[in-house]
């Protein structure tokens, strides 16, 4: 079980496949202040740590406490979310083309496993 703070953010990054520079990007942060917040230089706060729960979708109790579950919500319904948000802002020619390109996607990743591939 992870037991400190800095173990739990850097669990999270990872969760999330982000470098501390793109994860401070997110949150509107330094990285040099991120830097000491996983370092235990700095204690985590309450801003910061709703930043990263509202901006990431991270469970308050497992920054916190390292109970439960790292995401609050489900993983694909956030990244949905955030997909509808985007695509929400795209103009009607450009809502077109994503979906056709979507489309294209799936059927590569389709081939790709009849192939044996992951």
């Known amino acids: 079980m992870i037991t400190n703070v800095k ?3 850097v669990a999270i990054r990872d969760a999330l ?7 401070c990007k997110g949150i509107y942060i330094s990285q040099s202040y991120y830097t000491q917040l996983e370092n235990e230089l700095k204690p985590l706060n309450d801003r910061i740590c709703a930043l990263i729960c509202s901006i990431y979708g991270i469970s308050k ?3 916190m406490t390292g109970e439960g579950e790292i995401f609050s919500e489900n993983m694909a ?4 979310n955030q ?24 059927e590569a990743q389709q081939k790709n496993k009849k192939r044996g591939g992951a």
Request: proline fraction near 5%; glycine fraction near 2%.
């Open 17 to 23: 496949g982000l470098s501390q520079r793109e994860f």
């Open 77 to 80: 319904d956030m990244q949905l």
């Open 61 to 63: 109790d497992y920054i």
């Open 83 to 106: 997909l509808l948000e985007v695509f929400s802002e795209l103009d009607p020619p450009f809502r077109d083309y994503t979906v056709i390109q979507i489309k294209k996607l799936l």
């Open 7 to 9: 173990e739990r953010l």
